[in-house]
Structure formats: structure tokens, C-alpha cells
């Protein structure tokens, strides 16, 4: 229920109601316009390798987020076959502060997929950072189970009980 009386909302309205709320950087943009994205934090933090954000996918449940803390590395931890994976397991998006590439496809699925850069050069599959653990991406504090609210406007982080008080 929660999740449906947001998504009637945008980011600028949920803003107006509180001025603090967690706004991550604008230069974290959606690949896609026009998409929403309403979901449950699913932390990851790694640097220039994908093999923790592949973990959190397998991981991941309906409705919820993948928030990678890339370090804003340049190469892209996230792309056409995470984002048709995560649609296939019905998660509310992907958002990478660092790189994504395969736009084109990104495109085609339709997910709402935010990042700092697109490029084609991929990071490796060597290492396992850890995931659901507090991380920061786009300069603000995410914690796993916050809400992640994006639409063309940006994204902004917040709690349940924050998401309820607005609401109410």
C-alpha cells in the first residue's frame, strides 16, 4: 500500500513535504524518461568489479532496488542482462553511482536504471564486496530496507517511517 500511494507522488512533491530527505547527487540521472521507480534498498558496495552486484541480483526479491556504491569508478557495473534479470525478477530498478553501459537494451526492457556514466568497458568478476550494508551513493547515506523513490527529477532516500509521516 505503501509503495501505490507513492507512486501517485514525484520526487519534487516529496521534497516540498520534507526538506530532509536524502537527495542523491544529480548527476546520478535515469538512463530512461518518463519511468518511476518506487522501492526497497538492496545495499551493494564494490569498486570496478561485478561479481557483488551479480551476488545481489541472485539475492534480490520483488520490489526491491539495487543500490551499487561504485566509488564513481568510470566502468560500468550494470547492463543490458542485470537490468533483464532484475524485470524478470519484478525488482523496482537499478542505481549504479559509477557506470552502466548497454543502453540500447536498457531501453528496450524498460526498467528504471539510474547511473553517473554510461561506457562500454566493464568491470572484472573477481572480488566479493559486501552487500546490504549502509553505503553511500550520490553523496547521501543508504541503509538496506530504505525506500528509493526516482522519477525524472531525480532520487531521494527514505526511511518507512519518513514515507509514512508524509503520507499521513
Known amino acids: 500500500e505503501l509503495k501505490a500511494r507513492l507512486a501517485k507522488l514525484d520526487a519534487a512533491c516529496l521534497w516540498d513535504v520534507n526538506k530532509k530527505l536524502r537527495v542523491v547527487d544529480p548527476e546520478i540521472r535515469p538512463v530512461i524518461q518518463g519511468l ?11 569498486k570496478a568489479d561485478f561479481l557483488s552486484v551479480l551476488k545481489a541480483l541472485h539475492d534480490a526479491n520483488e520490489d526491491e532496488v539495487l543500490v551499487i556504491d561504485a566509488e564513481g569508478e568510470k566502468i560500468a557495473l550494470a547492463g543490458e542482462l542485470f537490468a533483464l534479470e532484475a524485470k524478470r525478477k519484478k525488482l523496482a530498478g537499478i542505481v549504479v553511482d559509477g557506470a552502466c553501459r548497454d543502453v ?28 546490504q550494508v549502509k553505503i553511500k551513493c550520490g553523496g547521501v547515506p543508504v541503509s538496506p530496507g530504505d525506500i528509493v523513490f526516482g ?3 531525480g ?10 509521516d508524509m503520507l499521513d
Open 104 to 131: 540500447k537494451g536498457i531501453r528496450e526492457i524498460s526498467l528504471p536504471v539510474y547511473a553517473k556514466y554510461t561506457v562500454p568497458r566493464a568491470g572484472t568478476a573477481d572480488k566479493i564486496f559486501k552487500t
Open 155 to 164: 532520487i531521494i532516500i527514505m526511511t518507512e517511517k519518513e514515507a509514512e
Open 36 to 46: 518511476k521507480m518506487v522501492g526497497i534498498a538492496r545495499t551493494v558496495h564494490c
Open 151 to 153: 522519477d525524472d527529477d
